[in-house]
């Protein structure tokens, strides 16, 4: 954290925070009828008192020689589906009165894929010593108007209104059509025409 300049932060030393790490337990938000579950990989906090933030961290592995910046997130649909799901956890924690920021957070452990092996040519500190990148810190401010993935306006009001819709759709009396990039509905209408 230091290397990145948020020595400021330290990790949440909080009761549940083993709880909202739990799959199946996570951090929970009633709102509109329905109960919102989502665990957390961390959350680190700055100050104290009023001006106590918490940020969510989302931590990520992966292998490739692709340079991961924060204007990826933005255009790559699958990272997308990342900044999606932090906005959720920041909304949920808002729900329950947390002083959450909309700044958050991913921490990229990137494999060396040039490495001859697995278990040989990584520095020191790298665990098992298995050859990884210097780790990256990728900081997505939800606040910023420019964080739109696939067109929408990713922020607290995108959650709002995604609760509100899935609760409308389950209260219907029929299931509703297919949407035309729902991969799920896809599946199914490929399956009905068999």
Known sequence: MS???LGHMVPLNHPRMNE???NFKGV???KHGLLITGAVDDIWKSGEGRTE??????YKST????EITPELFLEDIYKGGYVRQMVIYQWMLRELGCPV???????YENGNNAADSLLEGGPEDSPRGIPLK????IEIDTSDESVVIEGERIDYDWVENLVIGAKACLDMDTPPGSGEFCEHCAYVDAMSKV
């Open 3 to 5: 290397q990145n300049g």
């Open 20 to 22: 909202w790490r739990e």
């Open 134 to 137: 210097p780790a990256l810190v």
């Open 53 to 58: 933030e918490w940020y969510v961290v989302d």
């Open 63 to 66: 292998s490739t020689n692709a």
């Open 28 to 30: 929970r938000a009633a």
């Open 101 to 107: 920021s909309t700044r958050g957070f991913f921490v």
